[in-house]
């Protein structure tokens, strides 16, 4: 099992979070790994936290996270490429069951489950939404790649930003069977405000035209923010915590409200409403 793992970690400015999430690196059950950072300018003190737990700091200013990733996977020298946000941190035996799982399996990708971490009010919220996504392959994140896999798909697609995360393996799994990881990645949003939620879903969404295009058979299933399968599946959630419940439908409606607005200035008014149908297919 002693399969080199390159970890790929894009950052800027995260020297609150990098720190957590390498030493999380440093004691994983499995030790054959090689961490990578790619740093985007960051102006703060996350190279200098990074040089304390691994040598290879790369940098790629002003960068999108598809062109980080890349660019870390290209200098990398793993058999397996996991890539990881700077928030992110790993129980420890995240790594061991990957390598496991993908050669008792003979799988080319994995998904690794996520549980939001912190107790503030929108962090409550995105937890309460998270457990929903548990087993769908829709929404959960595929992160972990054999490096053969990840290059004969060309990577991360590079005019991607936010989607990139499911382009990737949705492409993957026309070819490939992808697996999922036991362990789990704790997600640390306890930053996160709803001011800063809607700006990204805003962002997102004016970067996701493209991949609308792309994929527009994913529409129906992910391009509905606010009416999706997994809310009904899991609508014992919503009596058993009705005020988080209720919370999360109100966010997830001013979410939807930020998605639209960034889609049309990406597309223009006339674009959305083509869009529209393809939504309730």
């Not at 879903?201 to 994929?215: T, V």
């Amino acid at each position: 099992m002693d399969h080199l793992v390159s970890v790929i970690i894009p950052a800027y400015n995260e020297e609150k979070n990098i720190k957590r999430l390498l030493m999380s690196l440093k004691n994983q059950s499995y030790k054959n790994l090689e961490i990578i950072v790619v740093d985007d300018g960051s102006s703060d003190a996350t190279i200098e936290v990074s040089k304390r737990f691994t040598p290879k700091i790369y940098k790629e200013k002003h960068a999108e996270r598809s062109v980080q990733r890349n660019y870390g996977a290209k200098v990398s020298r793993g058999e397996y490429l996991v890539f990881l946000d700077a928030d992110m941190e790993l129980t420890p035996k995240v790594i061991e069951d990957c390598v496991v799982t993908v050669n008792k399996s003979n799988l080319k990708a994995l998904t690794i489950p996520e549980s939001t971490i912190g107790d503030g009010f929108i962090p409550k919220i995105r937890r309460f939404e998270r457990e929903m996504y548990e087993r769908d392959p829709t929404i959960e994140l595929a992160r972990f790649f054999e490096r053969k896999v990840f290059f004969e798909f060309g990577g991360y697609d590079l005019r991607l930003t936010g989607p990139e995360d499911y382009d990737l393996p949705y492409r993957i799994s026309k070819k490939y069977k992808i697996g999922r990881s036991k362990e789990y990645i704790l997600h640390h949003e306890e930053r996160l405000t709803l001011d800063k939620l809607l700006k990204k879903k805003f962002y997102y969404a004016s970067r996701g035209a493209l991949y609308a295009q792309k994929h527009p058979e994913l529409i129906p299933i992910q391009g509905t923010i606010i009416f999706r399968k997994a809310y009904l599946r899991h609508w014992k959630k919503f009596l058993n915590d009705p005020f988080i419940g209720l919370a999360f439908i109100c966010v997830r409606l001013l979410e939807t409200v930020w998605a639209i607005a960034g889609y049309i200035s990406a597309v223009g008014f006339i674009n959305f409403v083509k869009t529209l149908p393809k939504l309730f297919k």
